[in-house]
């Protein structure tokens, strides 16, 4: 018997012995699987080199729609989106953003995007860019230049835009006998918004005999400009202006302060017509209580457009030349408070 329990008793010190050593083993394996894996995961998590982009705006605060912008750029190529977003404002001044897009290319970024303060004047840098082998993305604004200059166009359709007003106003004086008389407060001249809409309510007016526009100026996408030149076309034309056709929102609501400072009527089915363009929330509130007659959408939410077309580039993928974005529009007499709810900007 003692022989039997001394076997026993050794059999239990060896199997204790073998458990205590198997778990100091266990965890030894899960340091190693940490070291291990962490010298894997070290090796998986090593952080993917961030694409630096160059990003050239026009003038980051030019108007609400720009702020929205150039936020939906801002938050759509962030680091924690696998970017690094060197932003460049030209401050609307179309020889500094070409040295701005110039300094990207001597900075071999890995991608320059641009929304062009004027149409023209890209041809030698971005030939430069091409040298350089560094793709180029325009976002919202067109240039004239040749296509094989850049990747790829992201944006709305500024005519096309400027038609949906001019069908409204159409629609609205269906009495070909009668004079429309209609101002136009442009954008900054040169930029291809401008150039767009601008040139939708020329062929409006061409193509209807009883249309007239009476005046036109530059408000510089300003409130305050647009005020000022409103002023000062009251004092001329007094209660001959039929339809304001402000380039965007914030024109608009220049015009309106004017208007409606100088005591006239404004929108609605008996007021002074106002025609705007950017569709921003807070003016969609003045289409509901038929401030503004119509605001015809230009969508700023192209961060994540452009986000996936750097991904698609970087993939070995050929982006389409030209990628439009929809737009819709906002008449006073059918919009609702949910279409206003709906809005991101
Ligand atoms: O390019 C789009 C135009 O630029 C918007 O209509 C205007 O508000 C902005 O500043």
Do not use: H
Not at 140 to 152: F, Q, V
Not at 179 to 208: E, F, M, P, W, Y
Not at 300 to 319: D, M, N, R, S
């Amino acid at each position: 018997m003692k022989k039997y329990f001394k076997v026993l008793a050794l059999v239990l010190v060896l199997v204790f012995a073998a458990a205590i050593f198997m778990t100091a083993c266990g965890s030894k394996d899960s340091s190693d699987n940490g070291s291990s894996a962490a010298a894997s995961s070290s090796v998986a998590t090593a952080p993917a080199k961030l694409i630096t982009v160059g990003f050239s705006q026009c003038k980051a605060d030019e108007s609400d729609w720009r702020k929205a912008n150039t936020k939906s750029v801002q938050d759509a190529l962030s680091e924690a989106n696998g970017f690094k977003l060197i932003m460049a404002d030209s401050n609307n001044d179309a020889a500094k953003q070409v040295s701005d897009v110039q300094g990207f290319i001597d900075q071999d970024v890995d991608y320059i995007i641009i929304a062009a303060v004027n149409a023209d004047g890209w041809d030698t840098v971005l030939g430069n860019a091409k040298t350089a082998g560094i793709p180029v993305i325009l976002m919202d604004r067109t240039i004239n230049a040749s296509e094989d200059l850049y990747n790829c166009w992201l944006g709305g359709g500024f005519y096309k835009e400027g038609t949906k007003a001019t069908d409204w106003i159409a629609k609205t004086f269906p009495d070909k006998t009668k004079t429309v008389n209609i101002v136009d407060i442009q954008g900054q001249l040169g930029a291809s918004a401008q150039v767009g809409r601008s040139q939708a309510i020329d062929d409006g007016v061409k193509a209807n005999s009883n249309w007239k526009l009476l005046a036109r100026q530059t408000g510089n996408w300003s409130t305050d400009t647009a005020k000022e030149i409103m002023t000062s076309w009251i004092q001329q034309y007094g209660d001959k202006i039929d339809v304001v056709y402000a380039e965007n929102d914030n024109m608009a609501d220049g015009a309106m302060q004017a208007l409606t400072e100088a005591g006239k009527k404004v929108g609605g089915k008996d007021g002074i017509k106002i025609i705007s363009f950017d569709a921003n929330k807070a003016y969609l509130q003045r289409v509901l209580e038929g401030k503004i007659n119509v605001d015809v959408e230009c969508n700023p939410l192209l961060g994540p457009g452009v986000a996936a077309l750097i991904k698609k580039i970087e993939g070995g993928g050929t982006p389409n030349k030209k990628e439009s974005v929809d737009e819709s529009a906002f008449y006073f007499d059918t919009i609702t408070q949910a279409d206003i709810d709906a809005r991101q900007y």
